[in-house]
């Protein structure tokens, strides 16, 4: 079955600090992944994506993500984080389809500490 | 990024009405849409595929009479929640997904918060 886990509900980390978010996917084919990012009461603003090529992603607001096939892994990285970073992080995963759907994981809630 | 606008951003109205939510691409067209529910704490909840010019796909469990979706332009998709009851007070979220092509990319807009009294 195609899914999506991310398996840390919620992260607490110092301003400054770095930052790694998780994601493990499961998917037939060759998998499109997705970084979204979620301020509370806001819609879902796109991160950064992966479709081919070089497996590490640079993406906004200073993050990047690694692609590891072999690991089923998509993990979100920011090397010094700001106050402003904390929201909720969505990792998805679309398909060759092409049909656009995507299937999200729970999400991981990041909370920045002063 | 594109940019997806969604209006109202907040609506309340008694039990038994129907509400209507825009969702616009505002910088692209789009033949697809999506819509989705998100309940508090929790990840999206896909309701439904709006296809432009053709009927929308809903997900399983999604009345189809319940949620009316129509996608008239290349712009813009309505969902109508109708004869709303409490328990349809949610956080509805459109996107708009990008041309055809390799990178076919969602795009989110902000968000109807809505209340049924």
């Known amino acids: 079955a195609q899914s999506v886990t991310q398996p840390d509900i919620h992260i607490t980390v110092s301003e400054g600090a770095s930052l790694e978010l998780r994601c493990n996917y499961s998917?037939?084919?060759?998998?499109?992944l997705f970084w979204y990012v979620q301020s509370p009461g806001q819609g879902l603003q796109l991160l950064l994506k992966y479709f081919s090529g070089d497996t590490l992603v640079q993406g906004i607001k200073g993050f990047e993500a690694e692609f590891k096939r072999s690991q089923s892994s998509f993990n979100l990285r920011k090397p010094s984080v700001h106050w402003s970073d904390a929201a909720e992080y969505f990792c998805?995963?679309?398909?060759?389809?092409?049909?656009?759907?995507?299937?999200f994981g729970q999400g991981t809630t990041l909370q920045v500490k002063p | 990024g594109a940019v997806v606008s969604q209006h109202p951003s907040r609506v309340i109205c008694k039990s038994g009405t129907s509400v209507k939510i825009e969702c616009r691409s505002l910088?692209?067209?789009?033949?697809?849409m999506f819509w989705y529910r998100q309940f508090p704490k929790q990840s999206l909840m896909l309701m439904a595929t709006s296809n432009e010019g053709s009927k929308a796909t809903y997900e399983q469990g999604v009345e189809k009479d319940k949620f009316l979706i129509n996608h008239a332009s290349l712009t813009l998709s309505t969902l109508t929640v109708t004869s709303a009851h409490p328990e349809d007070s949610s956080f509805y979220i459109c996107?708009?997904?990008?041309?055809?092509?390799?990178?076919?990319?969602?795009?989110f807009g902000p968000g109807t918060r809505l209340l049924v009294l």
């Open positions: 998917y037939g084919a060759t998998p499109y």
């Open positions: 910088d692209f067209q789009a033949t697809t």
């Open positions: 998805a995963v679309g398909g060759g389809s092409n049909t656009g759907k995507l299937i």
């Open positions: 996107s708009a997904l990008t041309p055809t092509g390799l990178m076919r990319t969602q795009y």
